[in-house]
């Protein structure tokens, strides 16, 4: 990770807090990659994870020159008022290109995308060359990554991601299963680093679901409502068994967006909820930040509350 931090812009002269959960593994690599870098690792520890108002004012009195932490509680604390700083490492969960942009607009700083997840820590990272497309520099220094088919289990260039730690002893991580899909790149990067590529292609039961006889992609809710004024960086899709059959209930964040200018985009912009939307079976709502439910600190895009 000490490499992930010298891309977004880390130095030695960096008065680092690292706002991982504390104890958790990504903490715990920032830590040793706070101590490799040789900056200043900040006393940041709070006892009470949600409590956002406390966790700002202890960063207003610390005053770190960069952080590194996962997407959904650095949203959180920018919200609540955290000051600007020079860099910014986000990793831990998927980073949306709309949160993205609140936090570099909010904080200041350009944030590199970083692909790992909670259980392995970082894995790979975008330099600036490859911003937008997908693909990440694989830390090669730390992971060792295999793609198979899943259904062999055979290597493959394009299937299942499989991570093997190269340090971690206590813990350890072999040919572990994300749950992600990749393909490997062999042609090198222009920016000179020689780390190897993947091109990642998500994980296809985070990002889509199958409701009423329909595929719905997160993606293509994100890219309905773009254009609707006052719509805020995060959306959750939950769907939901009723006593009238399934429902698919949208929650945007963003103080100033209309409910029915969201409705409307969304019955036109996609198909599937057009659909959904004729069967009386779509709701959307709008609620102030912070109040789209996350767990384990993450803020998954869709929710399936369906027994299974
Ligand atoms: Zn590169």
């Known amino acids: 990770m000490a490499?992930?931090?010298?891309?977004?812009?880390?130095?030695?002269?960096?008065?680092?807090?690292?706002?991982?959960?504390?104890g958790a593994s990504a903490w715990i690599g920032a830590h040793e990659a706070i101590e490799i870098l040789g900056a200043t690792l900040l006393p940041f520890w709070t006892s009470r994870p949600g409590d956002v108002a406390e966790q700002v004012e202890l960063l207003q009195w610390l005053r770190p020159t960069a952080i590194v932490g996962s997407p959904s509680i650095l949203v959180r604390l920018i919200a609540g008022g955290l000051p600007p700083v020079r860099a910014v490492l986000c990793g831990g969960e998927a980073l949306h290109p709309e949160?993205?942009?609140?936090?570099?607009?909010?904080?200041?700083?350009?944030?590199?995308?970083?692909?790992?997840?909670?259980?392995?820590?970082?894995?790979?990272?975008?330099?600036?060359?490859?911003?937008?497309?997908?693909?990440?520099?694989?830390?090669?220094?730390?992971?060792?990554?295999?793609i198979i088919d899943p259904g062999t289990g055979m290597p493959a260039d394009e299937g299942e991601i499989l991570v093997t730690h190269l340090h971690r002893r206590l813990q350890p991580l072999i040919r572990y299963r994300l749950g992600d899909r990749g393909r490997r790149v062999d042609s090198g990067c222009l920016?000179?680093?020689?780390?190897?590529?993947?091109?990642?292609?998500?994980?296809?039961?985070?990002?889509?679901?199958?409701?009423?006889?329909?595929?719905?992609?997160?993606?293509?809710?994100?890219?309905?409502?773009?254009?609707?004024?006052?719509?805020?960086e995060r959306f959750q899709i939950r769907v939901r068994a009723t006593a009238r059959g399934e429902e698919v209930r949208?929650?945007?964040?963003?103080?100033?967006?209309?409910?029915?200018?969201?409705?409307?985009?969304?019955?036109?912009?996609?198909?599937?909820?057009?659909?959904?939307?004729?069967?009386?079976?779509?709701?959307?709502?709008?609620?102030?930040?912070?109040e789209i439910p996350t767990k384990a600190w993450k803020t998954?895009?869709?929710v399936d509350e369906r027994p299974s």
């Open 191 to 232: 920016c000179g680093l020689e780390l190897p590529l993947l091109e990642l292609e998500g994980r296809s039961e985070e990002l889509q679901v199958r409701v009423g006889g329909f595929q719905l992609v997160a993606d293509k809710v994100a890219a309905a409502v773009r254009a609707v004024p006052g719509v805020g």
């Open 300 to 302: 998954p895009r869709i």
């Open 3 to 22: 490499m992930a931090m010298r891309l977004a812009g880390f130095t030695k002269e960096d008065r680092v807090a690292n706002l991982f959960l504390p």
């Open 99 to 146: 949160a993205r942009a609140f936090m570099e607009k909010s904080l200041g700083a350009e944030i590199p995308l970083a692909y790992g997840n909670v259980e392995c820590g970082m894995l790979g990272v975008q330099c600036e060359i490859l911003r937008g497309t997908g693909r990440y520099h694989i830390l090669s220094h730390d992971v060792f990554l295999e």
């Open 250 to 290: 949208i929650l945007f964040e963003g103080e100033g967006a209309s409910r029915d200018s969201l409705y409307m985009a969304l019955m036109q912009g996609e198909p599937a909820l057009r659909a959904l939307g004729d069967q009386g079976a779509l709701v959307v709502e709008v609620v102030s930040r912070g």
